[in-house]
């Protein structure tokens, strides 16, 4: 397994996808506290953990928010899991906790369902800055 810090929580996300790419640089914008490091779930890191959580991509084609020893969440509560964590504005999303887990996803599956026709796809991972490089897995 990867030695990630303790301190630190994975967020794995699709490394082709433009809506996914964005999202990611909107969390390092975000991330004060520097609680996150990424990995898109086609590298090698990626896998790695996937496989040791045993999630099976073709059902979860999901954000995956990964506390390494502690948990991992996907989807709707992964999202806003992260969000919590910025602060500010961002608390405003505590509000959607009111609506079941089940129906947040229902929101999330279609708009992952459609969001390489919405949003576009890349033909490879989003490769980061030189200043951006330690907050991402190899």
């Known amino acids: ?7 630190k929580k994975v967020i794995l996300f699709d ?13 390092i914008k975000y991330d ?4 996150f490091l990424f ?6 890191s990626g896998k790695k953990i996937i496989a040791s959580l045993k999630i099976d991509t073709k059902k979860t084609d999901a954000v995956i928010l990964y506390a390494p020893g502690i948990s991992f969440d996907i989807k709707s509560t992964a999202a806003l899991k992260v969000m919590a964590d910025f602060g500010g504005i961002w608390k405003a999303s505590k509000l959607l906790w009111i609506f079941p887990e089940f ?8 708009i992952a369902k459609n969001r390489y ?3 576009g796809k890349k033909d490879h991972c989003m490769v980061p800055t030189a200043a951006l490089k330690a907050k991402f897995l190899d």
């Open 1 to 7: 397994m990867l030695d990630i810090p303790k301190n």
């Open 32 to 35: 004060k506290k520097n609680t």
């Open 103 to 110: 129906f947040r996803d229902i929101i999330y599956d279609y």
């Open 15 to 27: 490394g082709v996808c433009n809506l996914c790419s964005t999202a990611v640089t909107t969390a």
């Open 39 to 44: 990995a898109a779930i086609q590298s090698e």
């Open 117 to 119: 026709q919405w949003f």
